[in-house]
T-cell receptor, first 113, second 113 residues
Framework: KAGVTQTPRYLIKTRGQQVTLSCSPI?????VSWYQQTPGQGLQFLFE???????NKGNFPGRFSGRQFSNSRSEMNVSTLELGDSALYLC????????????FGPGTRLTVL | AQSVTQLGSHVSVSEGALVLLRCNYS??????LFWYVQYPNQGLQLLLK??????LVKGINGFEAEFKKSETSFHLTKPSAHMSDAAEYFC???????????FGTGTQLKVEL
């Protein structure tokens, strides 16, 4: 089975712009979660989607949003980018969520200038 | 609420020596505990998972971890380090009904000749 894929792998944006990141889960997985990884804050949970519904949300401002499509693919959007949004954004998929094991993609490296 | 503490942000061992990476958790409900490894410019790879079925969990690449409820610990060990083990290791906990993983701050493992 193919693993979790994320596109693009690298992205450079300027402050004030918006960005959309994409994640394709492992086939058959219905839960997709997003995490932000930075040197200062470490790995932090953004949100989880299951069956096109946001089921869980971390402590991030409303500029961070996401959605999930009927084929379980997910996108996350960050509007009005700030320098502090520079990070590695990781997507993880699992069968049903809950305590199912999460499998991570390679991440999207976002740099905000 | 759950939390994880990883003692030692950097650990250095000689090739062939024992690897011991420490993780202590806090959880108000029976936890699921995970160890993930991250190689440079890659996502997270699951090493092993504790689900209460057995206190000693064997993972990939010769790693294992023992769940000790009395000590609230889930330390990762490997009898003999290999150069290819050099990477960053993250302990994580989930529980309470959600899919959210709460990560420790990570331990960078260096393996020297």
């Amino acid at each position: 089975k193919a693993g979790v894929t994320q596109t693009p792998r690298y992205l450079i944006k300027t402050r004030g712009q918006q960005v959309t990141l994409s994640c394709s889960p492992i086939s058959g997985h219905r839960s997709v979660s997003w995490y932000q990884q930075t040197p200062g804050q470490g790995l932090q949970f953004l949100f989880e989607y299951f069956s096109e519904t946001q089921r869980n949300k971390g402590n991030f401002p409303g500029r961070f949003s996401g959605r999930q499509f009927s084929n379980s693919r997910s996108e996350m959007n960050v509007s009005t980018l700030e320098l502090g949004d520079s990070a590695l954004y990781l997507c993880a998929s699992s069968l049903q969520g809950g305590k199912d094991t999460q499998y991570f993609g390679p991440g999207t490296r976002l740099t905000v200038l | 609420a759950q939390s994880v503490t990883q003692l030692g942000s950097h650990v250095s061992v000689s090739e062939g020596a024992l690897v011991l990476l420490r993780c202590n958790y806090s959880s108000s409900v029976p936890p699921y505990l995970f160890w993930y490894v991250q190689y440079p410019n890659q996502g997270l790879q699951l090493l092993l998972k504790y689900t209460s079925a057995a206190t000693l969990v064997k993972g990939i690449n010769g790693f294992e971890a023992e769940f000790k409820k009395s000590e609230t610990s889930f330390h990762l060990t490997k009898p003999s380090a290999h150069m290819s083990d050099a990477a960053e290791y993250f302990c994580a906990v989930s529980g309470g009904g959600g899919n959210k993983l709460t990560f420790g701050t990570g331990t960078q493992l260096k393996v020297e000749l």
